[in-house]
T-cell receptor, first 116, second 116 residues
Framework: EAGVAQSPRYKIIEKRQSVAFWCNPI?????LYWYQQILGQGPKLLIQ????????DSQLPKDRFSAERLKGVDSTLKIQPAKLEDSAVYLC??????????????FGEGSRLTVL | AQKITQTQPGMFVQEKEAVTLDCTYD???????LFWYKQPSSGEMIFLIY??????QNATEGRYSLNFQKARKSANLVISASQLGDSAMYFC?????????????FGAGTRLTVKP
């Protein structure tokens, strides 16, 4: 079974530029998450989708971050304009469950962003 | 609100010995799940073990076991017979059954180094 796919693995941009990250979850997984992991910290949720609807985007800086999940499968996370503090690893995860508290999340390898 | 605390930024263990990584949590929901993930230097998050709040017995998965003390709100990970490949970051995480958002919240992590 294929895992969660993310691209690009690495991206270096200048501040105020834009960047987009792509995620393809495990086939059949209804729920998709984007996490931000700053160096030395645990992952922090940015946005959660269930199918193609947003469940939770309370921690997404909406003035610069946007995300979509077209057709309930692939997802794209965009940052525009980027700031220095956006340097982090962006992790995409998916899960089979659509509710409750059981069931692990399956993570991709992450996209490492460096903003200069 | 959920809160996960890992008080050990770094731990060292001799190869073949056992090590305990601490995790305490705080939630007002009686229904929740506790998870441990391993993050090697390559960056992917690898699921290790799960414990449900109503589970009567401590979870075990191979060399991993979870010391679940519900009254103390602790969920420590025990790794037996440590191997060099166990050197990584370890994150404790929790999901609860709150309606609407069942995302996973993470602690700050513990860096484990296994010495030969």
């Amino acid at each position: 079974e294929a895992g969660v796919a993310q691209s690009p693995r690495y991206k270096i941009i200048e501040k105020r530029q834009s960047v987009a990250f792509w995620c393809n979850p495990i086939s059949g997984h209804a729920t998709l998450y984007w996490y931000q992991q700053i160096l030395g910290q645990g992952p922090k949720l940015l946005i959660q989708f269930q199918n193609n609807g947003v469940v939770d985007d309370s921690q997404l800086p909406k003035d610069r971050f946007s995300a979509e999940r077209l057709k309930g499968v692939d997802s794209t996370l965009k940052i525009q304009p980027a700031k220095l503090e956006d340097s982090a690893v962006y992790l995409c995860a998916s899960s089979l469950q659509t509710g409750g508290y059981t069931g692990e999340l399956f993570f991709g390898e992450g996209s490492r962003l460096t903003v200069l | 609100a959920q809160k996960i605390t890992q008080t050990q930024p770094g731990m060292f263990v001799q190869e073949k010995e056992a090590v305990t990584l601490d995790c305490t949590y705080d939630t007002s929901d009686p229904s929740y799940g506790l998870f441990w993930y391993k993050q090697p230097s390559s960056g992917e998050m690898i699921f290790l073990i799960y414990q449900g709040s109503y589970d009567q017995q401590n979870a075990t998965e191979g060399r991993y076991s979870l010391n679940f003390q519900k009254a103390r709100k602790s969920a420590n990970l025990v790794i037996s017979a440590s191997q060099l490949g166990d050197s990584a970051m370890y994150f404790c995480a929790m999901r609860d059954a709150s309606w609407g958002s069942n995302d996973m919240r993470f602690g700050a992590g513990t860096r484990l180094t296994v010495k030969p």
